[in-house]
């Protein structure tokens, strides 16, 4: 049972513009959502996380909306760059969940020059 | 500190042996997290400890999965009788959780194991 669900698996955006990339959860007992990026060969590196009582983020580059009578959220890079080229992970978690987070399967962002 | 640490980062085996992986987690971190992920997902819960209790086990966590925390540090997950479905890369994570702090997870960077 999918309750995180990513539907891009992958993003191409050039150099300078905006990564827009999406997240859908079904489980309304969750309330902390997170954005993981991800390298080959290594773990999930944290990037921002918003709570349910909040619907917007932000930190440098990197905004997270939440809309919570949808159901959804997203994460904003701007500018993008080179180095954002990576796997981005949604993540979820419940109070009542002791911190177990919930992933998406992904979405495989590449930044052209 | 140097962020969480696992391992060995890679391990072959053949199907049927035991292989026990190691998390160092960040030092005044109270919780632990065992996840597991495969090619084109994200990663999934496998277990949990809070110091050195271990409160959770997903049902992913067959009978031959078994993990540690010792003392509420450092810890362990033992895989017996590996199957060919058990490969795939086993990240640890932590985190402080405290009414000052938010919930974020900080991962290691994951033992891949291969079963033959």
């Known amino acids: 049972d999918q309750q995180v669900k990513q539907n891009s698996p992958s993003l191409s955006v050039q150099e300078g513009r905006i990564s827009i990339l999406n997240c859908d959860y079904t489980?309304?007992?969750?309330?902390?959502f997170l954005w993981y990026k991800k390298y080959p060969a290594e773990g999930p590196t944290f990037l921002i996380s918003i709570s349910s009582i909040k619907d917007k983020n932000e930190d440098g580059r990197f905004t997270v909306f939440l809309n919570k009578s949808a159901k959804h959220l997203s994460l904003h890079i701007v500018p993008s760059q080179p180095g954002d080229s990576a796997v981005y992970f949604c993540?979820?978690?419940?109070?009542?969940?002791?911190?177990?987070?919930?992933f998406g399967a992904g979405t495989q962002v590449v930044v052209t020059p | 500190d140097t962020g969480v640490s696992q391992n060995p980062r890679h391990k072959i085996t053949k199907r049927g042996q035991n292989v026990t992986f190691r998390c160092d987690p960040i030092?005044?971190?109270?919780?632990l997290y065992w996840y597991r992920q495969t090619l084109g997902q994200g990663p999934e819960f496998l277990t949990y400890f809070q110091n050195e209790a271990q409160l959770e086990k997903s049902r992913l966590l067959s009978d031959r999965f078994s993990a540690e925390r010792p003392k509420g540090s450092f810890s362990t997950l033992e895989i017996q009788r590996t199957e060919q479905g058990d490969s795939a890369m086993y990240l640890c994570?932590?985190?402080?959780?405290?009414?000052?702090?938010?919930?974020?997870?900080?991962f290691g960077p994951g033992t891949r194991l291969t079963v033959t």
């Open positions: 030092s005044e971190h109270n919780r």
């Open positions: 993540a979820a978690s419940a109070t009542d969940s002791w911190g177990k987070l919930q």
């Open positions: 489980n309304s007992m969750f309330d902390y």
């Open positions: 994570a932590s985190s402080l959780v405290s009414p000052l702090t938010g919930s974020e997870q900080y």
